[in-house]
Structure formats: C-alpha cells, structure tokens
C-alpha cells in the first residue's frame, strides 16, 4: 500500500489536477494508493486573510478573498468535463465560508477554532475537482471527509494526532475500500476532534497527513510529491546550484525539515519512523526523476549533506548574576515556556546568561515579563537559524571551523550546537541567512566543495567550545 501526497502547486490548476490523476492511475496499476491532497496554491493564504480581514471589521476584503478563491476553483471546473455539478457543491461550500466570516466580523475576533474551521477548506475544495476527473477517466475510486478518521485534539492551529482513536478510525474508513482496488482521495491538513469540531495540523501539515495515514494503515512506501526533485543540499530558490540528495536518512530529514527546508513538514517524519516506512520525495512537474528516498540508515562519505536556514526566528537573551554556580535555574527559564506552550529551538548557555530561540510569538510579552522576574531580558526580533547537516562533527576535526571561516561578514549572533551528531545550528540576523546559506553551500556542497581540503584545522572538540559561549 502506498500514499501519495500531491502539494499546493502540483494542484495548482486543471491541468496539474489531471497530471495528478494520471501519476495516481500508475501506481494503481501495481497497488491502491491512499491519495492525500493540498488545497490549490495560494488558496489557504487566501482563506486566512479572509478571515483576518473579517475580525479586523473590512468585511468587503473577507468577500474579495471568496470572489479569488471561487474564481480560482470555478476556472479548473470549467476546464475540466461533466463539472456543472461540481460548481454548486463549490458555491454551498463557499456560502459556508461567507457565514463563517460573518460569525467572525460579529465578533470582531479571530479565534484559533475559527481560524481552523476556515483554513482547512481548501483541501475540501480541492480534494473534490481531483476526485471528480478521477471518476470521470474511470478510475474507481472514493472520496471521503478526512475528518471523519483524522482524531486530533483540541490543540487548534497545530493539532496533535489521538492515536487510539485515529488509527481504527482510519482503518475502518480506508481499508475495505483499498481491499477492493477503491483508490481514496482525502485531504491532507484536517482533522477533527472527538466531538467533530474541524481542526488543522498546522502550516505544511498534509505531507504529516500523509505520514499519519500511512502509519494507521502500514504503508509500505508514503510518497509526497511536490515541485522540486527531491529533498536538495539547499532551497534551490537560495542556492542556485544545488542538487538533489537520492537518499536521507530519517534524522537528517528531521534535522533539515525542523530546521527549514520546507519540502517536508517537521513532523512528518515521526511516525514514519516508528514504523520505519521510507518516504519518497518525487516531482509532479517531472516524474521520471528518481527523487529522494527517507530512510533508516543511508550510507555516505559527505562531511555535509545539506544546509537550511529558518526565518523570521525571535532570540531572547536572559542574564542574571543570579544564575552564578545556582541549581534551578534553567528549570524555572523552561517552566515559563511550557506554561505558555511555546517550544524552544535553539538554546546556548554561559555562567550568566542563556540565549535561545523560538518561532512562535504569541505569548511573548507575557514570557517576557515572567522571565524579567530572574534576570535581564533582551530580545532580537527577524533572525534566522542557519543548520548545517553534516556527518562526521563527532570523527573529524575542523569542520566547525570551516564552517564559520567560510561566514566573511556574517554576523553571528548565537551558536547552538553538540547537541545532535548531525546538526551544527547558529543564528544570524534575519537579513544575512540567504548570503550565509550560499556561503555554507559554496564551501562544503557546490561542485568540487566536499573534496576541498580542510582550509581550517581546530583541535577536535572545540565545537562544544564554541556552542558554549
Ligand atoms: P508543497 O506545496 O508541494 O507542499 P512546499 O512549497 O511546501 O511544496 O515545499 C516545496 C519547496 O520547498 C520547494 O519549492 C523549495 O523552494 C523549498 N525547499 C526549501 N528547502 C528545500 C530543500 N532542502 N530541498 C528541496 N526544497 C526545499
Ligand atoms: N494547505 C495547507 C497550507 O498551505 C497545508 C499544506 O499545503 O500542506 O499550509
Ligand atoms: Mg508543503
């Protein structure tokens, strides 16, 4: 059994809805695929500013929103045969959108359960024109409601999968179907909870449908397909010359993916993990292409695999004598941010001071104001995490040295790293990731990069050195 997940732009239009088909016909000539799909590119933007709009009391731009979004879908119905059906089962959904927008402009507040019940309506949309040129090429197959299997709880915005529930859920909804030779078509990104209410795994969240559909029904391969060649040594959109990875093991993927390379979601790895299912990263746009495979172990002489950068970062700086030779101390800094659940990236400690990062701002004033309590506190807004991937920081010397000579100008405002075998992290300003990006990929990954000799010796070690400062 397979799962294949099919992003924003491999849905984009009409014609790569009926590419999709086609990839989705393949493969079930061999085994029926479960097929998990994004909502149509730029679609959930759309329906988010709507909704920010309507809270904000500019209720035609919510409208303007819908009218973009109709037209998005109305164009790749049109273009499709035998859709006039379709068109009204698009307008109920959009008329559900216009009240949900009300509901929010009457209470002039976005809530993140209103939020969720917005957002998640583009994989509907979508899911139901892909499904529709499926049966109508003669492709037996189903479409079903996500929600009717995905339990999550009610962390709205980044829902959590409930196993116990999610997986005979799924399996009750999936398997006789797939038993038959049915090919599924559902969404990627939704759920609901335990009472029904509609939640969304968060940003990027369906290639992590894709890996927890794949789990609850022991997939032999989770395919997702996108509009690059695989999982690359740096964001092609930064690093003009890079290249294909053909095979990633698990915790680099993790590495890469917490750490910003957006063709794969963070989380998606996980469960794959535990069931050690590969992933396969392939191109809709070109399909011969052999990909990236995500596997248990891989093999390799690279010293670097990859570099990534994640953006748009907040570091906050906590100094205070009273952390000099004191026990505690960290364990009240992490007790403020799990009162107000907010994970930590990146974290470098010294005598008095400890530095760390997070990526969601919503609680920080009154983060800020806890910690104030134990110490100064500062706070860098729009910086960046720069994360190389690499192999041998544990065997070989002077990597973490080369790593910062090739940095010219870069300034560096925290280094977090020791931690994983494979992940040397620091943060730069926001505004220096790309040029630090290209100075890492030029150093270690362009063509010739990995046979430089080391131009930088350290004594081994000095990375924990250096993480500490
Ligand atoms: P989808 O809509 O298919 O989920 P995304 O836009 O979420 O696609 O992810 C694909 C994008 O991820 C690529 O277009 C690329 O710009 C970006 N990306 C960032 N880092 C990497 C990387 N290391 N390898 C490949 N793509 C990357
Ligand atoms: N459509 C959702 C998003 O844009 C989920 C996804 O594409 O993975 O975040
Ligand atoms: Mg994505």
Redesign the pocket.
Known sequence: MIVM??????VGSAERMQEVVQLVKQTATKSCPVVVL?AM?SVTNALIAGAKAAAAGNFNDALRQVDLIRAKHVEAINAISGGADLLSEIEERLAELVVTYKGIAAVGELSKRSLDAVSGMGELLSSAIVARIANAQGLRSQWLDARKFMITDDSFGRANPVWGELVPATREALMPLLEQGTVVFTQGFIGSTRKGVSTTLGR?G??YSASIMGVAIDADEIQ???????????????VKD?R??SEVSFQEASE?AYF??????PLTIKPAVEKKIPVR?LN?FRPTEPG?LIKDTVVSDDIIR???SKKGITAIFISTPKMLMSYGFLAKVFAIFDRYQTSIDTIATSEISVALTIDQTESLNEIVRDLSEYGEVRIVHDVAIVSVVGRQYREKSGIAGRVFASLKDVNIVMISGGASDINLSFVVEGANADDAVRMLHGEFLSQGGQSNPLSFVIPSGSEESAARS
């Open positions: 997940k099919f992003g924003g732009t491999s994004s590119s990027g369906s290639d997702i397909w996108t509009d690059v060649d695989g999982m690359m040594t740096a964001d092609p959109r930064v890079a294909v990875i890469l910003g390379a957006k063709v794969l979601h990263i809709t990236t990859a570099v990534s």
